[in-house]
C-alpha cells in the first residue's frame, strides 16, 4: 500500500514556474514508477510526465516537453514536478500517481492515486 500527498499548486502568473512534489508513504517507494496526470475543469485526467522507478527514463506529455521537468528522490520517497513557462492552459488539479508494472501514460495503468494539488496560471 502506497499513500501520496501532493504539494506546491498555488496561484502563479504566465511565464512563471512552480514545483510540485509527491510524498509517497508505504514501501517499497522505489519500486514504482511514478506519473502525474492533471485534470481541467470538465475534461478527463490526462497524463502529464512519468518516471521509472530507476529514474532513468523519463516521459512527457507534448503539450508540456521542454517547459516540465520530472525527478525523484528515492531516499526522500519523494517525486517532484518542476513546471517552467506556464501558461494558462496548464491551470488543472494535478496529481501524481504510482504503478507496479505496465505502460506509462493511461491512468488505469497505475495503482495509487493522491488526492490532486490545485495550479492556476493566470494570464
Known amino acids: 500500500q502506497v499513500q501520496l500527498v501532493e504539494s506546491g499548486g498555488g496561484l502563479v502568473q504566465a511565464g512563471g514556474s512552480l514545483r510540485l512534489s509527491c510524498a509517497a508513504s508505504g514501501r517499497a517507494f522505489s519500486s514504482y514508477a511514478m506519473g502525474w496526470f492533471r485534470q481541467s475543469p470538465g475534461k478527463e485526467r490526462v497524463f502529464v510526465a512519468a518516471i521509472s522507478w530507476s529514474a532513468s527514463n523519463t516521459y512527457y506529455a507534448d503539450s508540456v516537453k521542454g517547459r516540465f521537468t520530472i525527478s525523484r528522490d528515492n531516499a526522500k520517497n519523494t517525486v517532484y514536478l518542476q513546471m517552467n513557462s506556464l501558461i494558462p492552459e496548464d491551470t488543472a488539479v494535478y496529481y501524481c500517481?504510482?504503478?507496479?508494472?505496465?505502460?506509462?501514460?493511461?491512468?488505469?495503468?497505475?495503482?495509487?492515486w493522491g488526492q490532486g494539488t490545485q495550479v492556476t496560471v493566470s494570464s
Open positions: 500517481a504510482a504503478r507496479y508494472s505496465g505502460g506509462y501514460y493511461t491512468e488505469y495503468e497505475y495503482n495509487y
